[in-house]
């Protein structure tokens, strides 16, 4: 294995076809290791808003199309119409600054295929299942044998500990890395097969996207412990070394989480040091950005990642879209609003103590913000009604008699993010 930094150019991207079509003059572009926001629209309502909300934020590069592919599913809608719809969003609002489109949390070869095909600029690897979880419980002679087992399979070299083993690593910003057996040991036995899997899909995705120029991150946050730099350092450059060449990483952050104890300042400077970490490992193995979920980081992180992160992070809000749809429903059919946090609701709690009066404080609560989009897929796929009709559907009505008012909610929402990741 080489140890290289090497500088991540995105090749230009030829355009052609109509306007407004997937690969027209207004279609997606890759965007390279810079500040980029990702606009997710579950319901297919808020690409309007979105593009209102990019246009008076240049400084970030917009992706439009952004949603996970088993999502898109559960929804009833395709790659193709998803990627599409943006688009002509795009072409209608004559946008012109370059955005993206990103096909988000891609499990399988045939996925990230089928993505290729659709149109996608940027793929998402998502290798959750291949991470192994109680790594921290086992002992040196079981790590051994986890490690011995995948040298066995060909997930590994003989001699894959040979470039790492008692190295101290100087990463820029004045971090170092020491690193030793059992650590390393540990980030193998717990990555190591989903590095291999991601390798997988880069070659299925190399030999379907047909030469256009395409972007990769990766997303391994559904972990039992916030990553370490050293396992950090190991993703990285175990996946530069099989010829996956990363534009981001989404990994689970010391101190990122939703919850108000996320809030503590001890936990912020515990959270902003190990940050800092990170990205000195993206640096030195990439660059590459370090990617970041809406619905896994709260606002207390936000100042944070603008701080350590400058101008080369990118964050995803899934749930905006969602979330603050259900504000306007909140407004307009408070029945309904009722209806759907009921069934929505993990804490049964919630539901009983709900009062029309307190539906935007409820809606600015993070932990109630994340127990709401956790459930989107349950309440709005499986066939729950009100009023005789399925949640989705009503909820779509509602939005259009009301896109004003919508609009006006994701502005606000987006403001407030955008000012949150400019605090630091």
Wanted: proline content about 6%; glycine content about 10%.
């Amino acid at each position: 294995m080489r140890y290289t930094t090497r500088i991540i150019v995105p090749p230009r991207v030829r355009r052609s076809g109509p306007p407004g079509s997937p690969g027209g003059a207004y279609g997606p572009q890759v965007l390279g290791v810079r500040k980029t926001f990702g606009f997710g629209d579950r319901l297919g309502a808020a690409t309007a808003a979105n593009i209102a909300a990019a246009a008076a934020h240049p400084e970030f590069a917009p992706v439009f199309a952004q949603q996970p592919v088993r999502e898109m599913m559960l929804m009833g809608s395709s790659l193709a119409d998803v990627l599409g719809n943006a688009a002509r969003a795009v072409g209608a609002a004559r946008f012109r600054q370059p955005w993206g489109a990103d096909a988000d949390r891609l499990r399988t070869a045939q996925e990230v295929t089928e993505a290729a095909e659709a149109g996608f600029t940027c793929f998402t690897f998502d290798p959750s299942e291949f991470v192994r979880g109680g790594v921290d419980e086992l002992s040196a002679t079981e790590l051994q044998g986890a490690v011995d087992a995948m040298v066995a399979d060909g997930d590994l070299p003989d001699h894959w500990a040979e470039p790492y083993l008692e190295r101290t690593i100087d990463l820029p910003g004045n971090h170092q890395l020491q690193i030793t057996l059992e650590p390393l040991q540990r980030a193998v036995v717990r990555y190591a097969p989903a590095v291999v899997h991601c390798a997988r899909l880069s070659s299925a995705l190399a030999r379907s996207n047909q030469g256009r120029p395409f972007e990769i991150e990766v997303v391994l946050d559904a972990v039992d412990v916030p990553a370490t730099a050293l396992e950090h350092l190991f993703i990285g450059l175990e996946l530069e070394a099989r010829g996956v060449r990363l534009t981001g990483l989404a990994l689970r952050y010391l101190g990122g989480g939703t919850g108000e104890e996320a809030g503590e300042p001890g936990i912020l400077a515990a959270g902003e040091r190990q940050l800092r970490e990170h990205a000195a490992v993206a640096e030195f193995c990439g660059p590459y950005k370090l990617c970041f979920y809406e619905a896994e980081i709260g606002p207390f992180f936000y100042p944070v990642i603008g701080r350590v992160c400058g101008d080369v992070f990118h964050l995803k809000t899934t749930a905006a879209s969602y979330l603050e749809a259900l504000r306007v429903v909140s407004q307009v059919d408070p029945a309904l609003f009722r209806e759907i946090v009921s069934a929505s609701a993990q804490d049964r709690a919630l539901a009983e103590d709900f009062s029309v009066g307190g539906a935007g404080s409820i809606l600015d609560q993070p932990a109630v913000r994340q127990s709401l989009d956790a459930a989107f897929t349950t309440v709005m796929t499986n066939g729950q009604e009100a009023a005789g009709r399925p949640f989705k559907q009503a909820v779509l009505e509602l939005l259009d008699r009301h896109a004003d008012l919508y609009t006006d909610a994701l502005t606000t929402c987006f403001e407030k993010q955008f000012e949150l990741l400019s605090a630091g």
